[in-house]
Structure formats: structure tokens, C-alpha cells
């Protein structure tokens, strides 16, 4: 078996009762699942801000090795398209920025609408890197992010490029931009329902295994309870 250099999660801490038997003990369900895993994405702050105590509490509530990766509200990206964002930013910082050194990667999400505009993605970068230090991922949905210019753009800003499944908005073979990789597995071919055959997650461990340490791979697949098994389940082909 290959040594976990990577963080496995899933998309949120829920616990249905399917799986409450491979995570025992007493706790609040973050607790119990920090306790098997030792990564989870939180996307509730895409929808919506969470005060600082909230996250204080959550980074309290995990071990000292356990990271947590933080979407960028929908405000910035959806709303805003990247655009006049720095009071937003500066609230958002005060508030994930309360997770302290438990704070792995900011997460930008950006829509389907959204082409590439180098100035307020490089000024967006650059200020999310003024106040954070983590790791950067941005997962593009417009064919323009994906081009050579964005390539080098999304090096030259130190960030790394979402490897997606299922794709959206190119085709052919994936081109990284940073050592560390950040995978988001969204279910397929139902995306966030469908559960991952054996032999795909056996890949999605070979080719992990390949990466940086430090890399990522959460499981978006919640809505039919699928993240969890998935994650229990790549976890354990590392051993």
C-alpha cells in the first residue's frame, strides 16, 4: 500500500446513520469525523457568513493535524464576478481566518458565466494571498480558464488549478498550474448523487498517490449519502 500524503474528505461533516458505525464514540459529528478523516471542505460559507466564534469552535472541535479547506463566498465570485471586492474579502478574512494554522486551502469556485479577465483575477489572487496563508484552488467552469494564458496566469499567482469530475468546460488532459492538486469529485455520471465504482476510486488512488504531498481529494458526491463511503473507502487503499 502507498502512504497518505494527502488530505481525503468530504464536502461537510453530516454522518447519516449508515455510516455511524465506522465513526464511535461520543461528539458532536464534527468531532467524530475529524476523528477517521483529517480533512473536510466547508461550502456552507458560499451561501452564507459564518462568525468567527462558529469557526473558532469548529477549529477547537479537531485534532492538531486536521485542515480545513473554506469556499469563497458566492458574493465575491457569483455576485460580484471578482469585481470591487475588498471589503468582502476583508470580512471574509476576518472570519475563516479565525480557523487559525487549522486553515489548509481557500477554495474560489467560479461560475459558468464567468470568462477569464486577467486583472481582477490576478488582483483577487493576490489578495486572498495577502491574507492567507494556505493553499489556493480555484475550480474555473468557463472554456477561457483553461486556455495557455490562464495556465500561466493561475502559476504565476500561485494557484492551483481544480481537478473536476465530472468535467465542465474543456476537454482533453488536464494541466495542472501547482505541485499541490486540489480534486473536487462531484459524483458521475449523476453529479452529487452517484457513488464512485471500485475500479475508479483504485484510480483516483493511483493517481494521487503521484502528487505532491499536501495535495487534496474531497468527495462532493452528499446528496445520496456517497461522500462518506467513497472517502472511507480511498482512505483505506492508502492503508
Known amino acids: ?4 500524503t494527502s488530505y481525503i474528505g468530504c464536502a461537510g461533516w453530516s454522518l447519516s446513520s449508515a455510516v455511524a458505525a465506522s465513526f464511535p464514540g461520543a461528539g458532536s459529528h464534527l468531532e467524530r469525523y475529524a476523528a477517521v478523516f483529517d480533512a473536510v471542505e466547508i ?16 477549529a477547537a472541535s479537531t485534532p492538531a493535524h486536521f485542515r480545513f479547506a473554506v469556499k469563497l463566498p458566492k458574493t465575491i465570485t457569483h ?12 470580512r471574509f478574512a476576518g472570519e475563516a481566518g479565525a480557523l487559525g494554522d487549522k486553515l489548509g486551502c481557500i477554495l474560489v469556485q467560479l461560475p459558468p458565466k464567468l470568462a477569464l479577465d486577467p486583472g481582477p483575477a490576478r488582483a483577487l489572487f493576490a489578495a486572498l494571498h495577502r491574507r492567507f496563508d494556505c493553499l489556493l484552488a480555484c475550480e474555473a467552469r468557463h472554456a477561457s480558464w483553461f486556455g495557455d494564458s490562464a495556465t500561466q496566469l493561475l502559476r504565476d499567482a500561485g494557484v492551483t488549478r481544480v481537478l473536476a469530475d465530472p468535467v465542465v468546460a474543456y476537454t482533453g488532459p488536464f494541466v495542472p498550474t501547482a ?13 452529487y448523487y452517484s457513488a464512485y465504482e471500485p475500479q475508479r476510486l483504485a484510480d483516483v488512488h493511483a493517481w494521487l498517490a503521484q502528487q505532491a504531498p499536501g495535495s487534496w481529494c474531497i468527495f462532493d458526491n452528499t446528496a445520496s449519502g456517497a461522500a462518506v463511503p467513497d472517502a472511507l473507502a480511498l482512505r483505506a487503499m492508502f492503508g
Open 179 to 191: 505541485p499541490m492538486a486540489y480534486v473536487r469529485l462531484h459524483g458521475s455520471p449523476r453529479i
Open 79 to 90: 455576485e460580484a464576478g471578482l469585481v470591487g471586492v475588498d471589503d468582502a474579502l476583508a
Open 1 to 4: 500500500m502507498t502512504t497518505l
Open 43 to 58: 461550502n456552507s460559507s458560499f451561501y452564507r457568513p459564518h462568525q468567527p466564534k462558529t469557526y473558532e469552535r469548529w
